[in-house]
């Protein structure tokens, strides 16, 4: 069950004094690579952190690093288990989310990191993670349309939610290739908060961030990764100078190359899984903004090779249109499949194989459609033989994601 809120909370940490400094990231999109690229980074140059993202990937403890590595399973328990008690104890009835936050930040002073990077759950004004007060520096990646029964309905009133990370004396960097009513909205709020603002695009590189431009050239990326990684390094500027004045930034931007990031536009090979030596794309786009960059992505990278195969899968309630005619075309085979249970979120559920399949059977023109309800392998095994040896995608949660890994994780043992 989701429960916006900070009340939760703040009675959770109330007795934890937060011995570390924080960079804060929202938005709907990017948040993940943001941190990956900033956590990345600062280890690189020296600084002990930690970084805690949403939702976790295989493990529910793998949403928290210290110094590039998953805490250990051990430690994250331990934690758990006294945050939980803390909150039977004084009644406080904090949500699934609540109690990891807590233990996140726990986790964070017990291994003694200077810095957290932290990546806000949903929406941020009411968002567990806001409880941040010593924040270096907040980012605002790219706002769209995701969660309306909880941010609101229009993309403005999600950007002031989103914008709620914002602070009175502390800098923000944002994403300007954001639409107009997004940037307009986040300016508003700046001017009224009188806080430093950095706005950064892939396109004013070569102004803001010149250094940067040759590492785009040398990385081919796609312009949301050159996006990110210009609100990431914008970012890390201003961490650093509050930090370590004296070090040099830009001579830290090659070790952008070494940054990964598990889900996103990831090519993996499924081998003991199915009987395909070839790599398939694995990525977790899950909303229309997502798809959208991942159907850009497929058509430049993968569609000179043939149509497309895919394993799709959502979570409820989600607007399968909006999501899967931005990256189906015609002439593709898709497999819909369904994701299991969502260690830490009960309330996570799957669209059904079937009711997903006969929504894509509406695009003009598709090739094979099959659902398979329940195990995911006989859709991997569908989509294998179907693709022949051309491109293959498993795409629309990153739920769906996970259970792939966690899948190969076994398999590989």
């Known amino acids: 069950m989701i429960e916006l809120g900070l009340t939760r909370v703040s009675r959770l ?28 980074l600062l280890s690189v140059g020296g600084v002990r952190c930690g970084r805690f993202t949403s939702p976790h990937l295989i493990d529910r403890w793998d949403c928290i690093t210290i110094g590039e590595t998953v805490v250990q399973e051990s430690l994250f328990r331990q934690v758990e288990d006294e945050v939980k008690l803390r909150d039977q104890t004084l009644g406080i009835g904090a949500s699934e989310f609540e109690l990891l936050t807590a233990t996140a930040f726990e986790i964070f002073n ?40 909880f941010l609101g309905s229009t993309i403005e009133e999600i ?19 954001n639409e107009t009513a997004v940037i307009d909205t986040l300016t508003s709020r700046i001017q009224e908060l009188g806080i430093d603002a950095t706005f950064v695009c892939p396109a004013k590189v070569h102004e803001q961030l010149p250094p940067l431009a040759s590492i785009f050239q040398k990385l081919d990326l796609e312009p949301h990764q050159q996006e990110n990684m210009c609100s990431a390094v914008s ?3 201003i961490a650093l100078s509050k930090l370590r004045p004296e070090n040099d930034t830009f001579a830290l931007l090659p070790h ?3 940054a990964t990031w598990p889900g996103r536009l990831q090519s993996i090979v499924l081998q003991p899984l199915i009987d395909r030596k070839k790599p398939i794309l694995l990525d977790g786009a899950h909303n229309a903004q997502s798809a959208e960059v991942l159907g850009m992505h497929v058509d430049r990278r993968l569609r000179p090779q043939g149509n497309v195969t895919w394993i799709v899968a959502a979570s409820s309630g989600k607007y399968l249109a ?10 593709d085979n898709v497999a819909t499949a369904e994701f299991g ?48 040896g051309g491109p293959l995608v498993i795409a629309g949660s990153l739920y769906l994601v996970s259970d792939v890994l966690r899948l190969l994780r076994k398999a590989q043992k």
């Open 256 to 258: 952008l190359a070494d």
């Open 322 to 331: 909006g999501v899967f005619r931005s990256i189906i075309r015609p002439g």
């Open 341 to 388: 249970p969502v260690d830490g979120m009960p309330w996570v559920k799957p669209t059904n194989a079937t009711e997903l399949a006969s929504a894509i059977r509406s695009i003009d023109g598709i090739g094979q459609v099959e659902s398979f309800e329940g195990s995911l392998l006989p859709a991997m095994n569908w989509a294998s033989q179907a693709a022949q």
């Open 235 to 237: 970012a890390l500027r």
């Open 110 to 149: 017990q291994e003694q990191v200077e810095v957290g990077v932290v990546e806000v759950g949903m929406g941020g004004r009411l968002d567990a993670t806001n409880v941040l007060s010593d924040v270096l520096v907040s980012v605002i990646a790219k706002i769209g349309l995701d969660h309306q029964a």
């Open 159 to 177: 950007t002031r939610e989103k914008a709620g990370i914002l602070k009175p004396g502390v800098p923000c960097v944002v994403d300007n290739t």
């Open 13 to 40: 940490l109330q007795h934890t004094p937060l011995s570390w400094k924080a960079i804060h990231i929202a938005g709907t999109n990017g948040k993940g690579s943001i941190s990956a690229y900033l956590s990345h």
